[in-house]
């Protein structure tokens, strides 16, 4: 398979834009502008079948779409790379390694919605990273790609790197706007959609840095290239960051649909030390675990995933061994999610802790009869009923770990002791 | 306005364009249960305790944030949602220290009533709660219990988007949220006892009302501020005969939803102190107790003697006693010069927003009766001061005390050959009287103020006036009897009759339609 988004990470210095531009780099900015109306742009991402990476698998195309063309107010395009679902690492590589991509793919995006100042919207943690966007933009600015009158074409564009503080949830779209606003990093009530009222009340497009990366690619050799790879609805490739128990740990581009199994076993070299694969997650910490037989026959395509009972979400694959504690693992994951719970709305900032502090009990050999059912009740009433998408975040996984794992649990709990790990 | 039909619970709502489904339930007399919604400030959509059903939607909505839209249909009781306002509920209580015995907004605390209406189950919280900060003074007039919170944010919001001071904000997060003052602001904006008044919960307690009175002994009447010229509406909340609390009564014509701290707070200076119950004469240079007609007949006789006179009402007095006291001067007195006690301060921003620079509630009302003279105010305190009158009949205010140069007044009065002081307290002018009259105060009595912008409102007795004291308008109505004008007014609606028949700007006028949101002049219908 040929690859599109770590196509360049090996070459020496690959995050310059000497070495940018010797593997054609800017060509597609260079042809967008000259050549290309935004229709035209928009159409051909239509056309690519490209989604976003960020995790919802939302159309890109459609999403510039629903930016009004008619209206009077600053339009922006803001590249979120407040990368933070745990064990997802993809969008800091291509930052680190081909940060070029990241800023032509800010671009081409910013044209296609026709705003004149792009961001971007980095996690704080990630201070190399940010480093090396502001070092890309710098030269990239230098070589006159961005900046007023682009390559004599009349069309004006800024792009500002902006660090963001490290929490969690600005990574929401509406959060990450409330926070590059200078507010409090919380989402906002939808409706409006930020495609007509994002940042600062004006239209605005969050795209994510996956997403934009693929982008000169696909102009470079076309929608059509890209569409014949990947399934009928799951387009082109994505890239999988592979962590825990497993023997080769690391971020690979994948096509869509190739087999999951496969992809662990030989690809990734299967389960470190030849121990057993107990569970999966398939898209970062927020999706529901899988059992070793519900991805017999997964493959890594939105629709496979879903169908297997999770999502494939960011791609952040979280592999875990027959020596992994299932409750620990969940308790795991409940602390993040109470820690990063924004407190905005009530199911999520109440309910997140609760989980959290049975989850906790269990864990500790003080679990009670009925503790099960009641974080299954309590998931329940947090999901769908908040603001963002992060009380599903945090519902999905503790529903998931208890109804698969449940066994585990029970035993945890009548013990009060973990029968795993002793 | 655009139509727009909607059906909720099955019943047809016919609602406008642009409104939402709560909105649209309340016109319609649906309650959906909400606690961060308020109807003057933004939507912040995080309770989400009116998650409410659609067709065709696959998730639960909150019906704060919904457009009504044609042929959308609502469930407000589904068991979808009767489900989801549960586990809000919750939610909500699970950190809550349910310390409703000791809270003072038990009894008006909307998680209690919700609480019996949509909960109603044991929890299930056994962990162990988070706590936070107790008892933490906001402001002179809030305290804060962080405990109690439930974050809905109106507090939050009332300060950045009605008052622009923005002293409050949310800090940390998950469930460990709070709020919290910015460092190094107070919360003493002219407004900030709102946040009391829009807290859904026992977070923000008012620190001059709490302990004072369990809310369910509080006797409610609808009245008048007496604070400005503003006329804000309040409901006056009474406890064994004394006024605990103002509250304010939504009057989009007047306050919205608001109350300035000021007026909120004025009935302690207004009704404190001792009473007088007895009309008080002067004999041997001292004044001594004695009998009504006694007094009247001494006030008549004095008035009625003396030279050019002075009448100075109070802007706290009604238009109905205005009324009389202007009558009553025209009869006893050919030489008279009559005004209502007026004075100006400069106001910041955020007062404006509520206040009026005067203290006079019915200045305007006053003067429109008759109760005017050419200068106004400062003038006629000039004359005073300079000698030109011989007698002053001085009507509720103590004009030494809130005078600038008292000892010139003081000095005036007492050079006078009459003076009458009719007041609720011995102030420092009615020592000085003649004659002292125990009159009432603003919340003893029944009657209109006109406020500055020409709303005509209903004042209420909300307690009852010691024995001994009179009415004014009894007082004034009276004297003109002693002098020889008799009236047979029934009641204050009957003279408020008279006078909307005789006062130009007041013609047409009805009693009963100004009901508890007031009437604009020259509204009424004129034959």
Request: with cysteine; glycine share 10%; aromatic share 8%.
């Amino acid at each position: 398979m040929e690859k599109i988004l770590l196509r360049n990470i090996d070459v020496s210095d690959s995050h310059t834009l000497t070495a940018y531009k010797s593997r054609g780099g800017y060509g597609s900015w260079r042809k967008i502008v000259e050549s290309m109306t935004p229709e035209q742009l928009i159409n051909e991402v239509k056309a690519s079948g490209l989604r976003g990476r960020g995790g919802a698998g939302f159309p890109t195309g459609m999403k510039w779409s629903f930016v009004p063309k008619d209206s009077p107010k600053p339009k922006y395009l803001v590249c979120n790379a407040d990368e933070s679902e745990p064990g997802t690492f993809k969008d800091r590589l291509l930052i680190e390694k081909d940060p070029h991509a990241t800023v032509e793919g800010t671009l081409i995006a910013a044209y296609a919605i026709q705003s004149h100042t792009a961001f971007i919207y980095i996690r704080g943690e990630l201070t190399f990273g940010a480093s090396r966007l502001d070092q890309a933009v710098e030269e990239a600015i230098q070589a006159g790609y961005i900046g007023k009158n682009i390559f004599g074409s009349g069309y004006d564009l800024d792009v500002i790197v902006h660090r963001g503080a490290g929490a969690y949830i600005c990574g929401e779209e509406t959060a990450l706007l409330s926070s590059l606003e200078g507010g409090r990093g919380w989402p906002k009530v939808k409706p409006p959609f930020p495609a007509t009222h994002g940042l600062f009340g004006c239209p605005t497009v969050v795209n994510n840095v996956e997403t934009l990366a693929a982008l000169p690619w696909i102009i470079e050799r076309g929608a059509a290239v890209y569409a014949a790879m990947g399934t009928e609805k799951s387009k082109g490739t994505k890239l999988f960051s592979v962590s825990g128990h497993i023997a080769k740990p690391g971020v690979y581009e994948v096509e869509m649909g190739y087999p999951f199994k496969k992809f662990l076993d030989e690809d990734c070299g299967g389960v470190a030390n030849g121990r057993k694969l107990k569970g999966v997650i398939p898209g970062g910490g927020s999706m529901p675990v899988l059992r070793p037989e519900e991805i017999e026959k997964v493959n890594l395509d939105y629709e496979s995933v879903q169908a297997a009972g999770s999502l494939l979400g960011s791609g952040g694959v979280i592999v875990m061994d027959d020596s992994t504690c299932m409750v620990g693992a969940a308790w795991n994951l409940a602390r993040f999610f109470a820690h990063e719970s924004c407190g905005q709305c009530s199911p999520c900032r109440e309910g997140c802790h609760w989980m959290e502090k049975i989850f906790h009990r269990i864990e500790h050999g003080a679990g009670e009869k009925g503790d099960l059912d009641l974080i299954l009740n309590v998931s329940g009433n947090i999901m769908g009923n908040t603001i963002c998408p992060f009380g599903d975040a945090a519902a999905m996984p503790a529903a998931a770990f208890i109804k698969k794992y449940r066994d585990e649990f029970e035993a945890h709990i009548a013990e009060k002791r973990c029968t795993i790990t002793g | 306005m655009d139509p727009v039909n909607i059906i909720i619970d099955g019943r047809e709502v016919v609602t406008t364009k642009g409104k939402t489904v709560i909105q649209a339930a309340a016109d319609a007399g649906i309650v959906i249960p909400y606690y961060c919604y308020h109807p003057k400030l933004t939507i912040a959509g995080n309770c989400r305790m009116c998650l409410i059903e659609i067709e065709k939607m696959p998730k639960l909505q909150i019906a704060c944030n919904t457009q009504a839209t044609e042929a959308m249909s609502v469930l407000t009781q589904s068991p979808k949602v009767l489900a989801a306002r549960k586990a809000v509920m919750e939610f909500l209580l699970i950190n809550h220290p349910v310390d409703c015995p000791i809270c003072d907004q038990a009894g008006e605390c909307w998680l209690q009533d919700y609480y019996m209406t949509h909960d109603l189950q044991a929890s299930r919280f056994d962990a162990r709660k988070e706590h936070d900060r107790k008892r933490e003074i906001f402001g002179p007039n809030v305290v804060f219990d962080g405990e109690r919170c439930i974050k809905c944010t109106r507090c939050v919001r009332f300060l950045q988007e009605i008052t622009h001071t923005n002293e409050l904000a949310v800090v940390n997060r998950a469930d460990h949220s709070t709020i919290a003052l910015f460092p190094g602001s107070v919360l003493d904006n002219p407004l900030s006892a709102n946040v009391v008044d829009i807290c859904p919960v026992g977070a923000l307690t008012d620190r001059d009302f709490r302990f004072k009175v369990r809310v369910w002994y509080l006797q409610k009447t609808p009245s008048i501020c007496p604070g400005c010229s503003t006329g804000c509406n309040i409901s006056v909340e009474t406890y064994q005969n004394r006024i605990a609390r103002f509250k304010p009564r939504i009057n989009e014509a007047v306050n919205s939803h608001w109350l300035c701290d000021e007026g909120r707070y004025c009935f302690h200076d207004l009704t404190g102190g001792p009473r007088l119950t007895t009309p008080l004469i002067r004999q041997e240079g001292g004044l001594v107790p004695t009998t009504w007609e006694h007094a009247l007949q001494a006030v008549y006789a004095g008035l009625k003697s003396a030279g050019p006179l002075a009448g100075i009402l109070s802007g706290r007095n009604t238009n109905e006693e205005a009324y009389l006291f202007a009558k009553l001067a025209k009869r006893i007195s050919d030489d008279y010069a009559l005004e209502v006690f007026y004075r100006e301060r400069e106001l910041t921003e955020v007062q404006k927003i509520l206040m009026s620079p005067d203290r006079s509630p019915n200045f305007r009302g006053a003067r429109e009766m008759g109760v005017s003279s050419n200068g106004g105010f400062e003038s006629l305190m000039e004359k005073l001061v300079a000698g030109n009158f011989s007698a002053v009949y001085v009507v509720g205010e103590d004009l030494i005390a809130t005078n600038g140069d008292r000892e010139k007044v003081r000095a005036a009065l007492q050079t006078l050959s009459f003076l009458v002081v009719q007041d609720t307290r011995l102030t420092e002018t009615a020592k000085l009287a003649h004659v002292v009259l125990p009159a009432t105060h603003f919340g003893e009595k029944e009657g209109t103020y006109t406020n500055r912008r020409g709303r005509v409102q209903k004042l209420n007795a909300a307690v009852i006036p010691p024995d001994g004291a009179l009415q004014d308008c009894d007082i004034f109505l009276r004297l003109l009897d002693t002098a020889g004008e008799k009236n047979s007014y029934a009641s204050v609606a009957e003279i408020f009759a008279v006078l909307a028949r005789e006062i130009p700007s007041y013609k047409g006028l009805d009693y009963a339609s100004i009901g508890d949101q007031g009437i604009e002049l020259g509204s009424g219908s004129v034959e």
